[in-house]
C-alpha cells in the first residue's frame, strides 16, 4: 500500500465517527456526553471525508472521491445551520452552495460514464449508486438556494437541516464501512443480512428523530436549550 497512514487515519476516522454516530442517537440530549459524542463525529466525519478524497484520488476512484467532498459539505453546513444564527446566512452558504452544485453534477457526469460504459459500472460502481448520490446532492442544493433566498432558517426547519445532514453522513459511513468494506469482517458475519443491519438501524433511527422534530414539540424544548 502506497500511503498506509494516511489509509490508517482514514480507517480509524470513520471507525471513531459511526461508533461516535450511534452514541449520540443513544445518550440523552443535551447531556455533557451527547455534546462530546456530537463534537466527536463531526471531527471524525470530517477526517474522514478529506482522507477519502486524497486516496480516492491517488487510485482514481471517483465515488469516494465525490462523496469525501459531500462528506465534508454536509457535517460542515450541519454544524453551520446550528452556529448561524437563526434567519441569516453568510459567504459560506454560498461557497457550500457553489460546492455541492458541483458535486451533484459529477454524480450524473460519473454516472451516465458507469452507464455508457462497456461492463455498465465505473470503477467498480453501477450508474444507479452515482445517480443517488446525485439527487441527494440535488436536493441539498435545492434547500441551499431556498434557504440563501429566504435570509436562512428559523425553528424546526433548523434542527431539521442540521440532523438530517448529520444522519446522511453516518448513513454514508456505516453503508461505506459495513457493506463496502465487507472483506474485512470475518467468514462468520460475512452475509449482507449481518453487516446490512447497522445501515438499517441508521435509516430507523434518522426517520424517527426528524419525524419527532418535525411533528411534535420536540423544538420547543431544544429551543430553551
Known amino acids: ?3 498506509p497512514p494516511l489509509v490508517l487515519i482514514h480507517f480509524l476516522a470513520g471507525s471513531v465517527g459511526i461508533l461516535a454516530g450511534f452514541m449520540v442517537f443513544a445518550l440523552p440530549k443535551y447531556s455533557p456526553s451527547h455534546k462530546v459524542a456530537g463534537k466527536t463525529f ?3 466525519m470530517l477526517v474522514l471525508g478529506l482522507t477519502s478524497i486524497y486516496v480516492a484520488y491517488i487510485r482514481t476512484i471517483f465515488l469516494s472521491l465525490i462523496n469525501g467532498i459531500f462528506i465534508c459539505y454536509l457535517v460542515a453546513s450541519s454544524w ?3 452556529k448561524r444564527k437563526p434567519g441569516s446566512t453568510g459567504y459560506f452558504e454560498q461557497v457550500a452552495l457553489a460546492v455541492v452544485a458541483v458535486v451533484a453534477i459529477m454524480y450524473f457526469i460519473f454516472g451516465m460514464q458507469a452507464a455508457n460504459s462497456e461492463t455498465g459500472k465505473l470503477h467498480g460502481f453501477a450508474s444507479p449508486v452515482f445517480y443517488f448520490f446525485g439527487c441527494i446532492a440535488t ?4 434547500l441551499d438556494m431556498r434557504m440563501i433566498y429566504c435570509g436562512g432558517v428559523h425553528g424546526k426547519q433548523r434542527i431539521i437541516r442540521h440532523v438530517w445532514r448529520m444522519c446522511f453522513t453516518m448513513f454514508m459511513a456505516t453503508a461505506a464501512f459495513f457493506l463496502g468494506q465487507a472483506k474485512l469482517f470475518p467468514d462468520a458475519v460475512r452475509t449482507i443480512e449481518l453487516l446490512a443491519i447497522p445501515v438499517v438501524l441508521v435509516i430507523l433511527l434518522s426517520g424517527y428523530w426528524l419525524v419527532r422534530i418535525g411533528f411534535t414539540k420536540f423544538i420547543n424544548t431544544f429551543s430553551r436549550k
Not at 139 to 142: L, Q, S
Open 80 to 82: 453551520m445551520a446550528i
Open 1 to 3: 500500500m502506497t500511503f
Open 42 to 44: 463531526l471531527i471524525a
Open 139 to 142: 436536493f441539498a442544493a435545492a
